[in-house]
C-alpha cells in the first residue's frame, strides 16, 4: 500500500474551498493508502504571529480533520512541531539546496516584493516541506497547482540527496485532483478561494452559519449575461458556483446545467445555499464536539507516537548517510 503525506498550515479556518479542493478528497483515500496528515505550525511562523491564536488555530484545524472525515484508526494525524525529525531533517535538506532555486520559486517572489524586511524562512522554507514530505517514505502528495513548483524542488532534492550520499529517499509524485483542485473567489473569480483574502465575502468558512452563507452566496458575482452553464472563459463565476454545487452535492454538472437550464440566478442561488449548509452541518456538529474534548488530545498524542516512530527512523538513516554523529 503506498504512503500519501499532506500538510495544511494552521492559519486560519479551512474555507470551502480547502474542504472541497483538498480535505474531502483526503477522506476518501484512506482506505487505499497509508495516509499521513500534519498541520504544519512550524511554517506558519515564516510570517508573524499571536502565540495563543496560533494554538487557537492548531487545535481547530485538527478538530476541522476530524469532523471532515479523517480517521485517526485510518490515518496519522499530528502536529509538525511535536515531531522534531522535521526540523532536523529540515536543516539537511536546506543544506542540500541552492540559493538559486529557492529565489526562484515564486510564492517567495510573491511574499517578499515590496517588503523592506523579509523573514530568512519565507526563502528557505521549501526545505522544510521537503523534509515534512521525505520523512515518510512518501509515494503520493495531493495538492494544489499553487504547490507543484515547491514538489518539483521536493523530488530535486531527494533525487540530488539520494545520489550525492545514499539512496534513502522515496522521490514522490504529485497529484493534482481533476475537479475542485482550485475553487474559485466569490467576488473575483479569477483569484483562488483563500480564507486569507481581505474581503470575508469572497470565501465561505468552514464554520460559517447558515445566515452567513446565506449572504455570501446571494452576493457571490455572476455574469452580465444569463444562462446557468459552464464557460471558463466567459462565465467564469457561474462556471465555479456549479463546481460548488457539484462537489456538495454530488451531482454531475451536466445534471446542473439542466435543471437550471430555464431558471434564473436566484433560484440558482437559494438551492446552492441549501446544498453548501447541508454540506457543512454534520462536519459543524462533529467539530464542536470535538474542539475542546479529551479525545481530541488523546488522538494528537497517538498520531505523534505514529509519526516520531516512522520519522525517527527516517532521520537516523539521514543522518548516517550524510556523516553527523559519532556512527562510523
Known sequence: MKTVFSGIQPSGTLTL???????????????????????????????????????????SLAALYLAAGIDPDKSTLFIQSEVP?????????????????????TQFKDKSAGKEAVSAALLTYPPLMAADILLYDTDIVPVGEDQKQHLELTRDLAERFNKKYNDIFTVPEVKIPKVGARIMSLTEPEKKMSKSSPNPKSFISMLDDEATITKKIKSAV???????YVDKENKPAVTNLISIYSLCSGLTVEEIVERYRDKGYGDFKTDLTEVVVEALRPIQQRY?????????????????????????????????????GRKR
Not at 27 to 55: G, N, S, W
Not at 85 to 105: D, F, K, N, P, T
Not at 222 to 228: S, V
Open 222 to 228: 455572476t455574469d452580465t449575461e444569463g444562462g446557468i
Open 17 to 59: 474551498g480547502n474542504y472541497l479542493g483538498a480535505m474531502k478528497h483526503f477522506v476518501e483515500m484512506q482506505d487505499d493508502y497509508h495516509c499521513y496528515f500534519c498541520i504544519v505550525d512550524q511554517h506558519a511562523i515564516t510570517v508573524p504571529q499571536d502565540r495563543l491564536k496560533l494554538r487557537e488555530n492548531i487545535r
Open 288 to 324: 464542536y464536539e470535538l474542539i475542546q474534548s479529551e479525545e481530541l488530545d488523546t488522538i494528537l498524542d497517538h498520531g505523534a507516537e505514529k509519526a516520531n516512530e516512522k520519522a525517527n527512523r527516517m532521520i537516523k538513516k539521514a543522518e548516517k548517510a550524510i556523516g553527523l
Open 85 to 105: 525529525a522535521h526540523a532536523q531533517l529540515g536543516w539537511i535538506m536546506q543544506c542540500v539546496s541552492y540559493i538559486g532555486e529557492l529565489e526562484r520559486m
